[in-house]
C-alpha cells in the first residue's frame, strides 16, 4: 500500500465504499445524473469485488469518453417496443447499459412471478457489464435466468477456427441457479479464451498475456496484448483450446440470436466504432415446471455429490459456479480492492480533467 509509481502516485488497495464512492463522482462530474452515476458506479465495483477487473472500474475512462463525444446518451431510458404478458422488446437509445439492463430485467422478474417464462430484448444498450449481476437479480427472487450478448455489430475480436482475422465478439452467456449451500450457482462466460476487456487490463498495465489467450495477425501465438490493437488486428482465441470450433460455435449462436432477435446487429464489415451489445435475457419460474421444492431437492443433492467426489492429491475443494466470484469478494471485501498501476492511473488522470478528488490511499 505504500509502493510509489513512476508518476509519483501511490497504488492503491481501496476499500469498496471508497472506490464506489469515487467511481460515482466521475460520473456525476462527467454529467450523469447521480441516481444513474450510483447505479453504474456500484455495478462496476461488485465487478471488482468479484475478480472481474476486465468488466470493472477501469470501464470509467471508456464510458466517459463516450459521454463526452455525444455517442452515449446518459440521460437515455428504457423504451418498450412490443409488450406481451411475457415479452419485452426494448430499446436503449445508446444509454448507459447497466441503468437500461437492470430496468429491463426488473420488469421481467415482474413478468415473471405470473408467467413460467419472460423473455427481453435491448438493443442500442451501451455497454451492460457483468452478465452475472442480471442472473442474480434474477436469482434473488427465487427465478432462474439466462443472459446471451453480443457487440451489436462491432468489435470482432474472435476469428473463426483456421482463420486469421475477427470475425466475432467474445458474445458472453450467463445462465443462474437459484440454491446451493454457499449461494446461487451463477456461470458467467465468454465463449473465447478471455474476455476482450481483460486484455486491455493487461494492456493498460503494460504486463503480457497468458500463453493461448491470443494470436497476433500472422494467426501464431503471442503473450503481447498489443497485437490484439494493431493494424491489421490480432484475434482471441476461441474457447476450447484443441477443440475451440466448440466456443466458435456457441458463439456464433448467441451472435445470430442476441443480433437478429433484438432488432439490433450481428457483426458485419467495415463495423461500428465500439459501443454497445445486443442482448437476450431469459427469467423462468421453477415453480410452474418441476416445482420450487423439487429443484432445491435436486439441487441439494446434485451439489453434495459432485463436491463430495474424490480429490486428486493437491486439490483442496470442488469449485462450482458461483464459488470463485463468492470467495473474491469475501476477501477483497475484507481486505480492498487492488487496482494495477495503468489502470489506477488513467482514473488519476481523469479525475484531475474533472476536477474530481482522488481518495487517499
Not at 476486465?54 to 463526452?68: A, E, L
Request: charged share 20%.
Amino acid at each position: 500500500l505504500g509502493n510509489l509509481l513512476g508518476r509519483g502516485v501511490t497504488l492503491p488497495v481501496l476499500k469498496p465504499a471508497d472506490l464506489t464512492a469515487f467511481a460515482a463522482e466521475l460520473f456525476c462530474a462527467a454529467g450523469v445524473s447521480r441516481p444513474d452515476s450510483d447505479v453504474v458506479a456500484a455495478s462496476l465495483v461488485e465487478s471488482n469485488l468479484r475478480g472481474h477487473d476486465s468488466h470493472g472500474v477501469m470501464r470509467i475512462p471508456f464510458y466517459i469518453g463516450k459521454v463526452k463525444d455525444g455517442s452515449l446518451n446518459s440521460s437515455a431510458q428504457l423504451t418498450i417496443e412490443k409488450e406481451s404478458a411475457s415479452s419485452l422488446v426494448c430499446d436503449g437509445g445508446w444509454g448507459l447499459g447497466q441503468v437500461l439492463a437492470q430496468d429491463l430485467m426488473k420488469r421481467l422478474i415482474t413478468k415473471c412471478q405470473t408467467s413460467a417464462i419472460a423473455c427481453g430484448t435491448l438493443r442500442r444498450t451501451c455497454h451492460i457489464g457483468r452478465l452475472g449481476e442480471y442472473a442474480e437479480m434474477a436469482t434473488e427472487h427465487g427465478l432462474t435466468a439466462m443472459v446471451i450478448a453480443n457487440n451489436h455489430g462491432a468489435a470482432p475480436r474472435v476469428s473463426p477456427v483456421g482463420g486469421k482475422r475477427p470475425r466475432l465478439g467474445t458474445n458472453p452467456i450467463c445462465i443462474g441457479v437459484p440454491g446451493g449451500s454457499k449461494g446461487p450457482f451463477i456461470f458467467d462466460i465468454g465463449t473465447s479464451a478471455t474476455a476482450e476487456g481483460k486484455v486491455r487490463v493487461k494492456k493498460i498495465a503494460g504486463q503480457p498475456v497468458p500463453f493461448g489467450w491470443i494470436l497476433d495477425p500472422d494467426g501464431k501465438p503471442t503473450t503481447d496484448p498489443n497485437q490484439l490493437y494493431g493494424n491489421p488486428p490480432g484475434t482471441i482465441l476461441p474457447l476450447g483450446g484443441d477443440q475451440a470450433y466448440k466456443g466458435f460455435g456457441l458463439a456464433f449462436m448467441i451472435e445470430m440470436m442476441a443480433g437478429g432477435l433484438s432488432g439490433g446487429q450481428c457483426s458485419t464489415p467495415n463495423p461500428p466504432p465500439p459501443l454497445g451489445n445486443c442482448v437476450v435475457f431469459w427469467v423462468i419460474n421453477p415453480e410452474f415446471f418441476g416445482g420450487t421444492e423439487h429443484l432445491q431437492k435436486e439441487i441439494g443433492q446434485l451439489e453434495t455429490y459432485v463436491r463430495e467426489v474424490p480429490r486428486i492429491d493437491g486439490v483442496d475443494a470442488i469449485m462450482l459456479p458461483g464459488d470463485p466470484e463468492r470467495q473474491t469478494r469475501q476477501s477483497r471485501t475484507a481486505s480492498g480492492i487492488p487496482l494495477d498501476e495503468g489502470n489506477w492511473q488513467a482514473l488519476v488522470d481523469l479525475a484531475h480533467q474533472l476536477n474530481v478528488a482522488v481518495p487517499a490511499v
